[in-house]
């Protein structure tokens, strides 16, 4: 018997799969963006000692700062190629063939890393953060929507979450990874920057072995069979006839439409408000400068006053905060006024440091959970990966802008680097409060009404047949 009535299973093996799916996923995002920060100077030396031996010229400062800019932002644009080609490839192959097609990426990432010393050519690693871009893009859009659609409904939410768990535990990962005294040193700096192929080799080892998402296998895939087998292998019980209603429900209503393309969303009144959404929060999430502090912590807490000794174990403390607030999802105002007089009073430094902790701890609790999985809350499945498309496009643009400008920003307003993303920190906040509803707990159908009010304000459609199936 496939069906069966409510009946409380075993959530280990869906547990392990987010477990297995995030290691070489998202944890690979917050990795990638840490690990760039101890090698810094390191590695600007090995470009200046490369134009001196190929060219004979010796860099001015401001030349080394842009050309490692451009090091640390080229991953934003590899990042951008990802998001553009995850939704393609998700459909194609299917959410968890695609996360481990992706790995491919990230192997040829690391050996151009592991080789550009050798080599002498700081083009290897330009080329090797463009691959490992690419791998972030794809598994920071294809990994929450797989989450998304293999959970049950009420762990939805903390089966999505998880990707910014993971994402935040990447970060301190490749912090502690970073020190000095493990891989942080001038001697090791390219093997810190190929050790992000062994999570994807763990990946490889493990994701095989469980099922590919349900949704997937019946409503783009039509096998009810696969989907059946896949959710009693993910809920370790017999199917619930609800659930499984649900998804017939959703596969009834997508029946005879292709997948949406990326710029049929933008001209389809039925999710306006949506694209608006993921728009905005995803923007707003790399422009409110968050993930900056981890490509630039040293610039950071030096314009902050702290000792160049000690920052690399205080930027542990940074990814320690994130970490912590994901899990806790507790509320926390965000802070500026520390780092006004910082340079008048001996212990301003350390409340500007805790200005920052405090300012991460914020974004973890709110935007770095909930921005990843809104598109599979608020859409339906032929338009959820166009609309992850456009949510990872704005968030790597933002990022590489964010990645060009922050270290120009800190050069110039010093201490102050912070106060211009306080004006949107308050616009996002503003936004969410008046637009976006509540999706905790609720169907594709209700969240669908309450967005079809904003599409819809004060008109009247008398023509709206099938419309849920596009948000």
């Known amino acids: 018997m496939y069906v069966g009535a409510e009946k409380k299973g075993n959530d280990l093996n869906l547990i392990l799969m987010v477990t297995s799916c995030a290691i070489g996923g998202t944890l690979q995002y917050g990795y990638n963006l840490a690990i760039m920060n101890?090698?810094?100077?390191?590695?600007?030396?090995?470009?200046?000692?490369?134009?001196?031996e190929r060219w004979d010229v010796q860099l001015e400062d401001y030349q080394v700062t842009l050309v490692w800019t451009c090091i640390v932002s080229?991953?934003?644009?590899?990042?951008?190629?990802?998001?553009?080609?995850?939704?393609?490839?998700?459909?194609?192959?299917?959410?968890?063939?695609?996360?481990?097609?992706?790995?491919?990426?990230?192997?040829?990432?690391?050996?151009?890393?592991?080789?550009?010393?050798?080599?002498?050519?700081?083009?290897?690693?330009?080329?090797?953060?463009?691959?490992?871009?690419?791998?972030?893009?794809i598994s920071m859009n294809v990994q929450p929507m797989y989450f998304g659609e293999s959970a049950p409904k009420h762990l939805r939410g903390a089966a999505s979450l998880s990707s910014a768990i993971f994402t935040s535990f990447g970060v301190v990962l490749g912090q502690v990874v970073g020190l000095r005294e493990i891989l942080g040193s001038e001697p090791c700096w390219q093997f810190l920057l190929a050790s992000n192929a062994i999570p994807g080799f763990i990946q490889l080892l493990t994701l095989p072995w469980?099922?590919?998402?349900?949704?997937?296998?019946?409503?783009?895939?039509?096998?009810?069979?696969?989907?059946?087998?896949?959710?009693?292998r993910l809920r370790g019980c017999e199917v619930q006839q609800s659930e499984l209603d649900e998804i017939l429900q959703e596969q009834t209503e997508a029946e005879g439409l292709r997948p949406s393309r990326p710029w049929e969303l933008f001209g389809d009144q039925n999710v306006r408000w949506q694209v608006i959404s993921i728009i905005t929060i995803s923007s707003a999430m790399q422009?409110?400068?968050?993930?900056?502090?981890?490509?630039?912590?040293?610039?950071?807490?030096?314009?902050a006053g702290i000792s160049p000794d000690m920052i690399q174990y205080i930027t542990i403390c940074t990814g320690t905060c994130e970490f912590t607030a994901c899990i806790i999802c507790v509320s926390i105002p965000n802070m500026f006024f520390g780092f006004l007089k910082k340079h008048k009073v001996e212990w301003m430094p350390y409340l500007s440091m805790g200005c920052i902790f405090t300012y991460i701890l914020s974004f973890g609790m709110g935007p770095a959970g909930v921005t990843g999985v809104l598109p599979t809350e608020i859409f339906s499945q032929t338009a959820r990966?166009?609309?992850?498309?456009?949510?990872?496009?704005?968030?790597?643009?933002?990022?590489?802008?964010?990645?060009?400008?922050?270290?120009?920003?800190?050069?110039?307003?010093?201490?102050?680097?912070f106060v211009p993303f306080a004006a949107i920190c308050l616009l996002s906040a503003v936004f969410v409060g008046l637009v976006l509803p509540e999706t905790k707990g609720k169907t594709l159908s209700a969240i669908a009404s309450e967005f079809h009010k904003l599409n819809y304000r004060g008109r009247c459609s008398d023509n709206l047949k099938g419309w849920t199936v596009f948000i």
Not at 38 to 52: D, K, M
Not at 287 to 303: E, H, P
């Open 287 to 303: 422009l409110c400068g968050n993930d900056s502090i981890y490509f630039y912590a040293y610039y950071v807490f030096k314009a």
């Open 74 to 137: 080229i991953y934003s644009l590899g990042g951008l190629a990802g998001a553009l080609i995850a939704g393609p490839m998700s459909i194609t192959f299917g959410r968890k063939k695609t996360m481990l097609l992706n790995n491919i990426f990230l192997m040829l990432s690391s050996l151009l890393a592991l080789t550009s010393r050798a080599a002498k050519s700081f083009e290897m690693i330009i080329i090797s953060r463009v691959l490992v871009g690419i791998n972030a893009g």
């Open 385 to 417: 990966p166009a609309a992850y498309m456009i949510a990872g496009s704005m968030m790597w643009i933002n990022l590489f802008i964010m990645g060009m400008v922050f270290p120009f920003l800190v050069s110039e307003l010093g201490e102050f680097c």
């Open 210 to 232: 469980f099922p590919e998402s349900p949704r997937y296998l019946l409503i783009d895939r039509g096998d009810k069979e696969a989907c059946i087998n896949a959710l009693q």
């Open 38 to 52: 101890a090698p810094t100077i390191f590695i600007q030396n090995f470009v200046n000692e490369t134009f001196r």
